[in-house]
């Protein structure tokens, strides 16, 4: 298991637990985390799955893949932070990730 702290547009934090080898995705749909929609089912074909990665978790999640940056043109406020929750994979090295987000998804 690993950690995920969501933090929330008005700074309230939710941390949840998620298997290894789960999208943050998934733990924010099975943990109902406000903001993350995820319309899709994980599929990367929408953007309400939007997240911003903070910035000391931004190199251990990695680069978004050209179907996740052709994804992303659809969502609200992107910054180089900007990733979709579908596309990160819990890992070990992952544990303790924080995420926030965005307020266009409220």
């Not at 298991?1 to 789960?22: C, H, K, R, Y």
């Not at 680069?63 to 990733?83: K, T, W, Y």
Request: charged share 25%.
């Amino acid at each position: 298991m690993a950690s995920i702290t969501f933090i929330q547009p008005d700074g309230t934090e939710n941390v949840v637990d998620a298997e290894l080898g789960m999208t943050v995705m998934e733990a924010a749909v099975k943990n109902s985390v406000r903001g993350i929609a995820a319309e899709c089912g994980g599929a990367c074909a929408c953007a309400t799955c939007h997240v911003y990665v903070e910035e000391a978790w931004r190199e251990a999640t990695g680069q978004p893949e050209q179907m996740e940056e052709d994804m992303l043109d659809f969502a609200f406020d992107i910054q180089p932070s900007s990733r979709l929750s579908c596309q990160i994979k819990m890992s070990e090295a992952l544990d303790g990730l924080k995420v926030r987000i965005p307020e266009k998804q409220f």
